[in-house]
């Protein structure tokens, strides 16, 4: 059941009907949970028990790392991360029992995580580096017969999240079919966005029928997300697959383009399974937090990580970046925290040395923004010549080609493959038939045409973050609600034939 497809859409309506036809909260809860149960195993019913299971173990662990308290936490942390005052105090038990036992949530739920998605890779990478054969083997023998659960990232940092959390002071979950709701809930579920539990709890405590502004903006984001899956990243797709899966035969110009088209085909892709997911969310009375806020507008790698994939940036900030020091301990072991946090979110994104050496990248590149921040704080003049218009536009520029280059690991994940692409980025004339092919019989496009039209997606991006961040813009809702139908009927004229999954389901 794909978010872009009539039994989607059958689907949801039902359960909205039945949902906010029952006025009893509980009652939400059970409908949410079997709605969530019934989306996940119409693409993958046999995992439903293991993480059922998880959930229930993850609940008993919340509850046993449950302080005694009669009062709230002074400081709690928000969404954002901000902290809310509180006017109350309260008595932590720092007791190494409670220690142990979120520990052993951590190891229980990265040993799924690792069993499902990294064995196969461990065990390649051994049998090659020892020529062992059997490992290669079994390395195959897993990959055969043992597909990861969807969404077993998402699930389990979510998991680690609320564990630390419920460490940190915050009080556990008391009731099991409300974890059990929030951890299945089905907008979510399999490709995020990373949601924290109180959060959510919040909102389902106070849960209210949308009023036709929420429900409007409810079907803009679904309707958002359909344009930016059905009718941009699937017709990108066409030519980014066409010219990675014939990469030897193509040129240098043809890279440059594929790599281009790739890394607005991610965007599009995964921006437009957030806006569906929050967009229905919203239908059902919720507030699921943002995911994109235009990174292609960035102008230093620390700003991208601010706009591209903010829930994942959050986590990794707040149970990995400021556990080992943030950057409270010197300039060094900043450089050292946010090598370690860029490795892990490499690995995070796939089985795979080619995403390893995407989050290395990345890594390199905040280390060597923070470098040239620290001089540019030294230097007056450096430090006006960044906030020159001159300045602004080359970080930009800069940011972004160093952005879209990563993306080669990122889509080629095999480095035999990744490294091939890069070294003929420059002087590779390619195969004459590459064009022929590809271009004019494939997706009708000259170079020329398929050069102009993604320019015209990076300058329509432009155009869109200039009304709506800059100049502060918005449509208004019964403009938006007469666009709804227009969109949807777009995607269903235009949307090629074949629609592929969203490309974050792979992680």
């Not at 739920?109 to 083997?137: H, R």
């Not at 064009?435 to 004019?440: A, G, H, N, R």
């Amino acid at each position: 059941m794909e978010f872009l497809s009539l039994s989607y859409a059958l689907f949801f309506l039902s359960v909205l009907g039945i949902y906010w036809t029952v006025s009893n909260r509980r009652s939400q809860l059970w409908i949410l949970l079997i709605a969530s149960i019934v989306f996940y195993a119409s693409l993958q019913f046999q995992y439903i028990p293991l993480l059922i299971v998880s959930i229930f173990i993850n609940y008993k662990l919340g509850r046993e790392l449950n302080i005694c308290q009669t009062q709230q936490p002074e400081n709690e942390k928000n969404e954002e991360g901000k902290e809310e005052s509180r006017n109350t105090n309260l008595n932590i038990d720092w007791s190494p029992r409670r220690f142990i036992i979120l520990w052993l949530g951590i190891f229980l739920n990265v040993s799924v995580l690792f069993t499902f998605k990294y064995v196969p890779f461990v065990l390649e990478s051994i049998g090659d580096l020892a020529n062992w054969q059997k490992a290669n083997a079994l390395a195959t023998f897993f990959r055969e017969n043992i597909l990861p659960p969807l969404g077993l990232s998402f699930f389990t940092f979510e998991c680690i999240a609320y564990l630390v959390d419920v460490y940190r002071g915050a009080p556990a979950s008391q009731q099991f079919i409300e974890f059990a709701a929030y951890k299945f809930f089905f907008p979510k579920l399999i490709s995020g966005p990373i949601t924290r539990y109180h959060t959510l709890k919040k909102q389902l405590r106070s849960l209210q029928f949308p009023r036709a502004e929420k429900i409007t903006e409810g079907l803009w984001l679904i309707a958002c997300g359909a344009v930016k899956k059905g009718l941009l990243a699937d017709n990108l797709a066409q030519f980014v697959n066409l010219s990675f899966d014939n990469l030897q035969r193509a040129g240098s110009i043809d890279l440059w383009l594929a790599i281009f088209a790739y890394g607005l085909q991610l965007y599009f892709d995964f921006s437009g399974y957030v806006d569906i997911a929050r967009g229905s969310a919203t239908l059902m009375g919720f507030n699921l937090p943002e995911n994109f806020d235009y990174p292609y507008m960035s102008t230093s790698i620390a700003d991208f990580w601010r706009r591209w994939h903010i829930t994942l940036g959050d986590w990794l900030r707040n149970y990995l970046y400021f556990p080992l020091g943030g950057s409270r301990k010197g300039l060094v072991k900043t450089c050292l925290n946010l090598l370690i946090i860029m490795f892990i979110s490499g690995i995070w994104h796939g089985a795979a040395w080619g995403f390893i050496v995407w989050g290395l990248i990345h890594g390199v590149a905040l280390v060597i923004h923070r470098l040239t921040e620290a001089i540019s704080n030294k230097f007056v003049f450096l430090k006006y010549w960044w906030r020159s218009i001159p300045g602004t536009i080359f970080a930009w520029a800069l940011t972004q080609i160093m952005v879209f280059m990563s993306w080669i690991w990122f889509r080629l994940p095999n480095l035999k493959d990744s490294t091939w692409a890069f070294e003929n980025l420059w002087g590779n004339a390619g195969d004459p038939q590459f064009v022929q092919k590809v271009y004019l019989e494939s997706i009708g496009l000259e170079r020329l045409q398929l050069s102009v039209l993604l320019a015209s997606l990076m300058i329509a991006i432009a155009i869109s973050y200039t009304i709506h961040r800059l100049l502060k813009l918005d449509l208004n809702w019964p403009f938006k609600i007469m666009l709804v139908p227009i969109c949807f009927f777009a995607v269903w004229l235009l949307a090629p034939e074949g629609q592929p999954q969203f490309i974050y389901f792979d992680f």
